[in-house]
C-alpha cells in the first residue's frame, strides 16, 4: 500500500465511523472477521494437519541445516566454448588448406591465430563465410606473419553465461534431490550466484563435497613414451600434463600424493553416461562405482579400448587420476568400473553426481552457514523462554498501572501476538531467530499506542471531560502521532528486508507485521471495546 | 495512577548544554575509538572468515583447543568462550580459507577431540568468503543510507507539509550519488562506500539548512547522534560488528524516530495552541507532557529487550545489547537533541 493510499484509508475510515463510531456494525464485523482468520491462521502451526495446512516456516537457524552461497565460474564456461570453436577453426582450416601458424585460447577470453600475411585474404573469405558469428577484434602485422584476435559476440557470452548457471542450478538440484533433502531450496541469486538452502541437514559435509564437485570425467591415456621423472624436474613433454591420484592410508588418514603423466588430449568424456552406480567388489569387498555408456559411448569407448591394448588409460575426474588400469581387451559391452579406495559413502555420493552430470563449469562456495539441530532447539527455546517473561512481565505492567483499561490494553497485545503468528502463517514467511526478537520488540513497542491514547485520555479527564468525551478526544488527537510514528518503524522494516539477507530478513518481516497488527489492534479493537462499555452498558467512570 | 503530574515543569531545554557537551563528549569518544580502532570491529558476516561454535561435554581448557587447533594448521585462531562459562561453548575464528574449508568442519572436531580428550559437538559454522563480506558491508551501508534518505523524506513531507520539494531534495541526492560513485569506479577507487555515504549524509544536513526544514534537521541529527554511539559503545568495548547489529540499529533508528515525533508532535500543537507563549516554553511543556509516555514505553519496551539479553541466549546477546543501548540513546536524544535543535535554530535565525 502507498502512504497515500494509506492516508486515504484513514480519511475513509474518519467517515465511515472509526472516528466517531456512530455506526458501529461494519468496524466491528471485520474487526471480528480479522481475528477470527488470524486464529484460523495460527491453529495449524498449534495442532498439527488442521486446515488450511499453512504452518509458520522455520528458518536455518531455528530448525538445523545448512545454506550455501555458491559462485559459479561462468568465464570457464565461455573458455569452453571458445575452445570447441577454436577446435572446430583448427579441423576447418586443415580441411580447407589454409595453413596457420598457431590458435590459441588468450586468458582474457580472445583467440589469436597466427597466419602468413599471404594466406590472408584466403582466410579472411573462409572466416567471413563460415565463422561469421566470431567479433573481430583487431589485426596486428609484423613482418610477413598477421595475428587475427577473435571472440565472442557479447551476447552469446551472456547466454553462455546464463545456460550454465541455469545448468548448474539444475545439476545441483538433481544431485541433492538424489541424495534426500526434504524441501531444499535452491535459487539463482543475481548474475552468477547460487543460494542453497538444505534445512535438517545433517551431513553437511558430504552435502557440501557432493554440490560442489564439478564432476567433469575424463578417460586420458597415461603417456608411456616419456619419463614421469625427467617430467617432474623439468617440464611435462608437449601434449602432455602431470596429473595426482591422492591415496589415504586408512590407517593413520595420511594422503600420499602419486603423480602420473598423462595426455592432455581427452579420449572420452562422462557426457554420454547413462547410468552409475555404487557397488561391491565381492572379493575383495571393496565399494566402487559402475558406469554405462549410452550407444555412441559405447562405440566410442569400443574404440579407444580397441586402439590402444596393453596401454594405460586413466579415469581423471576434476583433474585428479582415481585409477589407471592396463587396457587388457577390447570393451564392447560400454560399461566400466572406478574403483579408487572408496568408503562405501563415497562410491554413493560420487554415483549421484555422476548421475546427474557434470556441472558446465567450476562453482565455488563464497558463503557457508551451518547450524547443528541441537543449537536450533535451544535458540527456539530461549527465544520463546525470553518473549514468555517479557510478555508477562508488560502485561502485569499494564494491568498494574492501568487498572480496567490496562485489561484491555493487555488484550490488544495478546492479539496482537496472534495477529504476528498468523501473518507469518499466511505469507509464509520464515520465522527466524532475529524474527522471534523482533516479536519479542513488538510486545515492547506495542503497549505504546495504547500507552499514547491512555495518557491522552488521562490528560482530558483530568481537566474535566466526560469519560465519553475524554475517550473520543484521546484517541482522536493520538491517532495521528500513533501513525506517523508507526510509520517510520516501518520505513525501517522495509528497508532492512529489501538489504537484509536471510536472518535479518525474517526479522524485517516480523518487525513490519507487528507494527501494523499493533496499529489494528490499537487504534480499532480497544477503541471498540471502550466503547462498548462507555456506550452500550453506560458505564460512568473510566478504570484507567 | 501516575508517574509524573501533567502540570510537572521540569526545565529540560535549559539544561540543553550540559546535555549538549555530554552528547559531544559521548560522539568524540565514540568517533575516537572508532579511528583508534580502525573502523568497527567487523564479525565475520563483513570481514569474511571462518566461524566454528563448538559445544563440549566436559570441562576443557583453552590452551587445550588451541593445540589442537595449531596441529591441523589453524594455530592462528582465536579462541573464545561463548555464552555461560558452565555450558563450555566456545566460539573458533579463523580466516577465510576458501577452499580449504572443504572438510573443515570435521576435521576441526577430530583435532580438538584429540587434543582435549572430551567429545565435541560442532553446533554452527559460518563461513563468508572475502567477496562476500564486501558485499554485505555495502549493503549495510546503503540500507542505513536509504533508511534516513526514507525517513528525512516522511519527516519533511509530515511536518512541514513539503513532499515534494523533500522528493526533489532526495532525487537530486540520490543522483549526485549515483554519478559520484561511477566516477568512484570509473578511477578504481577502492573501499569508497563509506566516504560516499559520509559525504551524503553531510549533504542531506546542508540541505535541510538552506531549505530550512528544522524538523527533518531535528530528527535526523538525533538518529546520526544515536547510531554514532551505539557503533562507539560497540567499538570501546570491542564487540563484533555483525549483521543482526545492523537490525539491531536500524530498529533502532525506527524507535528513537518514534520517540522524537511523539514530541514533535505535541509541539506542534502546543504551537498551535499557545502561540503567545515562547518556543522555549512550548517545547519544554510538550516534553513535559509526553514524559509519562516516554519513561513507560521506554521502560516496557527496556524490559523485553532485558529479557531477551538474559535468557534470549548467546546468539541474540549482542543484538539485545545494542537495542539496550539504542532505548536509553533513544530516548535520551529525542529530548536533549532533536528538541533543542529547534530552539538553537530559531535563535539563530532571530540573529541573523
Avoid at chain 1, 562410491?347 to 549421484?352: E, G, M, R
Avoid at chain 1, 503468528?421 to 509464509?428: D, K, T
Avoid at chain 2, 581448557?61 to 561463548?82: E, N, W
Avoid at chain 2, 555461560?84 to 570435521?106: C, Q
Wanted: net charge neutral.
Amino acid at each position: 500500500m502507498t502512504l497515500q493510499a494509506f492516508f486515504y484509508f484513514f480519511n475513509v475510515a474518519d467517515i465511515l465511523g472509526i472516528r466517531e463510531l456512530k455506526n458501529i456494525s461494519w468496524v466491528l464485523l471485520s474487526s471480528f472477521a480479522v481475528i477470527v482468520m488470524a486464529i484460523v491462521y495460527v491453529l495449524p502451526t498449534v495442532i498439527p494437519d488442521t486446515w488450511p495446512h499453512k504452518k509458520i516456516n522455520l528458518g536455518l537457524d531455528l530448525q538445523g541445516g545448512m545454506h550455501l552461497v555458491l559462485e559459479v565460474d561462468t568465464d570457464k564456461a565461455v573458455e569452453s566454448t571458445l575452445e570447441r570453436i577454436s577446435h572446430e577453426i583448427r579441423g576447418d582450416l586443415k580441411k580447407e588448406h589454409i595453413r596457420h601458424r598457431g590458435i590459441n585460447l588468450l586468458k582474457n577470453l580472445r583467440l589469436s591465430i597466427k597466419i602468413n600475411a599471404d594466406n590472408l585474404d584466403k582466410f579472411t573469405g573462409f572466416m567471413n563465410s563460415d565463422y561469421r558469428d566470431l567479433r573481430f577484434l583487431s589485426k596486428s602485422v609484423s613482418n610477413d606473419l598477421c595475428t587475427v584476435f577473435l571472440a565472442l559476440p557479447e551476447a552469446e557470452v551472456k547466454e553462455i553465461k546464463k545456460m550454465a548457471v541455469d545448468q548448474a542450478v539444475e545439476t545441483i538440484r538433481s544431485r541433492i534431490d538424489e541424495f534426500g533433502v526434504s524441501e531444499p531450496d535452491i535459487r539463482i541469486q543475481g548474475e552468477n550466484r547460487i543460494l542453497v538452502q538444505l534445512p535438517g541437514i545433517k551431513k553437511t559435509e558430504r552435502a557440501k563435497d557432493l554440490i560442489g564437485k564439478t564432476a567433469l570425467l575424463e578417460f586420458k591415456l597415461v603417456d608411456e613414451t616419456h619419463d614421469l621423472d625427467a617430467a617432474l624436474k623439468g617440464t611435462p613433454p608437449p601434449g602432455s600434463q602431470i596429473l595426482y591420484q591422492f591415496i589415504e592410508n586408512p590407517d593413520t588418514g595420511q594422503v600420499v600424493k602419486k603423480p602420473f603423466l598423462i595426455k592432455k588430449r581427452t579420449a572420452l568424456t562422462g557426457a554420454t553416461l547413462t547410468d552409475a552406480r555404487l557397488q561391491i567388489d565381492p572379493q575383495y569387498n571393496e565399494p566402487y562405482v559402475s558406469i554405462k555408456f549410452d550407444k555412441k559411448g559405447t562405440r566410442d569407448f569400443s574404440r579407444v579400448t580397441g586402439a590402444n591394448l596393453k596401454k594405460r588409460l586413466a579415469i581423471v575426474l576434476d583433474n585428479k587420476v582415481y585409477s589407471a588400469p592396463v587396457i587388457q581387451d577390447k570393451i564392447t559391452g560400454g560399461e566400466a568400473r572406478i574403483t579408487g579406495n572408496f568408503t562405501t559413502d563415497e562410491a554413493h555420493d560420487l554415483a549421484i553426481i555422476l548421475r546427474a552430470g557434470a556441472l558446465p563449469a567450476p562453482v565455488r562456495i563464497l558463503e557457508e552457514r551451518t547450524v547443528g539441530p541441537s543449537l536450533g532447539t535451544d535458540s527456539i527455546n530461549n527465544g520463546i523462554l525470553a518473549m514468555y517473561v517479557g510478555g508477562i512481565f508488560v502485561l502485569l505492567f499494564m494491568l498494574i498501572y492501568y487498572k480496567g483499561a490496562g485489561l484491555v490494553a493487555d488484550f490488544a497485545l495478546v492479539l496482537n501476538i496472534i495477529l504476528i503468528a498468523a501473518g507469518l502463517a499466511a505469507f509464509q514467511a520464515t520465522l527466524t531467530l532475529p524474527g522471534i526478537a523482533g516479536i519479542v520488540l513488538t510486545i515492547g513497542m506495542a503497549v505504546d499506542a495504547n500507552v499514547i491514547v491512555f495518557e491522552r485520555i488521562k490528560e482530558e479527564l483530568s481537566i474535566g471531560r466526560t469519560p465519553r468525551g475524554a475517550m473520543d478526544a484521546g484517541y482522536n488527537s493520538a491517532a495521528l502521532t500513533i501513525l506517523d510514528a508507526n510509520v517510520t518503524t516501518l520505513i525501517a522494516a522495509f528497508v532492512l528486508f529489501q538489504f537484509g539477507a536471510g536472518p535479518v530478513k525474517g526479522f524485517a518481516v516480523t518487525l513490519g507485521i507487528g507494527v501494523v497488527a499493533s496499529l489494528f489492534t490499537s487504534l480499532i479493537v480497544t477503541r471498540q471495546i471502550f466503547d462498548y462499555f462507555l456506550k452500550n452498558r453506560s458505564v460512568k467512570t473510566l478504570s484507567i | 495512577m501516575q508517574l509524573i503530574k501533567y502540570d510537572s515543569n521540569i526545565n529540560f531545554i535549559g539544561k540543553r548544554k550540559i546535555a549538549f557537551f555530554l552528547s559531544v563528549a559521548f560522539m568524540v569518544v565514540s568517533m575516537a575509538s572508532l579511528v583508534i580502532h580502525g573502523g568497527p570491529k567487523y564479525g565475520i558476516d563483513f570481514a569474511g572468515g571462518t566461524l566454528i561454535q563448538v559445544k563440549f561435554m566436559a570441562k576443557t581448557s583453552m590452551d587445550g583447543i588451541k593445540g589442537g587447533l595449531a596441529t591441523i594448521g589453524l594455530g592462528k585462531s582465536t579462541v573464545q568462550v561463548f555464552g555461560d562459562p558452565k555450558e563450555n561453548e566456545y566460539l573458533i575464528r579463523a580466516d577465510a580459507l576458501d577452499t580449504a574449508t572443504e572438510g573443515l568442519s570435521l576435521k576441526v572436531k577430530k583435532a580438538v577431540e584429540l587434543s582435549t580428550g572430551n567429545d565435541a559437538d560442532i553446533r554452527r559454522v559460518e563461513m563468508v568468503g572475502p567477496k562476500v563480506g564486501s558485499d554485505l558491508r555495502e549493503k549495510a551501508l546503503f540500507s542505513m543510507f536509504f533508511a534516513l534518505l526514507f525517513i528525512a523524506i516522511y519527516i519533511s513531507g509530515r511536518f512541514e507539509m513539503k513532499w515534494l520539494l523533500s522528493l526533489g531534495m532526495a532525487a537530486a541526492l540520490l543522483s549526485a550519488l549515483f554519478f559520484v560513485w561511477k566516477i568512484c569506479i570509473f578511477f578504481n577507487f577502492e573501499n569508497s562506500i563509506p566516504v560516499l555515504i559520509c559525504v551524503a549524509l553531510i549533504g542531506t544536513l546542508v540541505f535541510f539548512w538552506f531549505l530550512k526544514l528544522k524538523y527533518a534537521m531535528g530528527a535526523i541529527a538525533a538518529i546520526i547522534h544515536d547510531v554514532v554511539i551505539t557503533v562507539g559503545i560497540f567499538s570501546v568495548l570491542e564487540l563484533d560488528f555483525t549483521l543482526s547489529i545492523i537490525a539491531a540499529l536500524l530498529t533502532i533508528i525506527g524507535y528513537s524516530l518514534n520517540d522524537t515525533i511523539i514530541v514533535f508532535d505535541r509541539i506542534r500543537e502546543n504551537l498551535r495552541k499557545h502561540q503567545n507563549n515562547s518556543l522555549e516554553k512550548n517545547i519544554n511543556k510538550s516534553i513535559n507532557e509526553t514524559l509519562n509516555r516516554t519513561i513507560l514505553t521506554s521502560f516496557t519496551t527496556l524490559v523485553v529487550v532485558v529479557s531477551l539479553f538474559v535468557i534470549g541466549g548467546s546468539i541474540i546477546h549482542d543484538f539485545a545489547f545494542a537495542m539496550i543501548i539504542g532505548i536509553f540513546v533513544g530516548t535520551y536524544s529525542s529530548i536533549f537533541v532533536a528538541s533543542p535543535i529547534l530552539l538553537v535554530w530559531d535563535l539563530f535565525e532571530k540573529q541573523v
